[in-house]
């Protein structure tokens, strides 16, 4: 009969391996950081820049499998609102080099 020590690590395995537990991780540090966050202080509107930028870090996290990080940066609600939004590359003023 297994241990609870061997059930746990087991289980701990099984979770990584699935890529939940990465999910997890990310997902509680951000709302960590959410519950951080001084609500009483508005944020800035973003300029259409920084959306670009934001985007473009968004784009290059995900195309590198970045996606727990990925997770942590969509949890922050400009962006994920944002995300909605197609970004243009003939806003960006680059041509598109990878064809997905």
Same mark, same amino acid.
């Given at each position: 009969?297994?241990? =609870?020590? @061997? %059930?746990?690590? =087991? %289980?701990?395995?099984?979770? @990584? #391996? *699935?890529?939940?537990?990465? &999910?997890?991780?990310? /997902?509680?540090?951000?709302? =960590? ?14 300029? &259409? ?8 870090? /968004?784009? $290059?996290?995900?195309?590198? *499998? $970045? *996606? $727990?990080?990925?997770?942590? %940066?969509?949890?922050?609600? &400009?962006?994920? #609102?944002? *995300? ?7 806003? %960006? &003023? =680059? ?6």
């Amino acid at each position: 009969m297994a241990t =609870v020590a @061997e %059930l746990k690590a =087991v %289980l701990k395995d099984t979770l @990584e #391996k *699935k890529g939940v537990l990465g &999910h997890l991780k990310a /997902r509680i540090r951000a709302e =960590v950081f959410n519950a951080l966050d001084d609500d009483r202080e508005p944020r800035p509107s973003l300029s &259409h820049e920084n959306l670009l930028i934001n985007e473009l870090i /968004r784009e $290059y996290l995900e195309f590198n *499998k $970045y *996606k $727990y990080t990925a997770s942590v %940066l969509i949890a922050d609600d &400009h962006l994920r #609102k944002e *995300k909605q939004k197609s970004t243009n590359t003939e806003d %960006l &003023h =680059v041509s598109q080099a990878v064809n997905r």
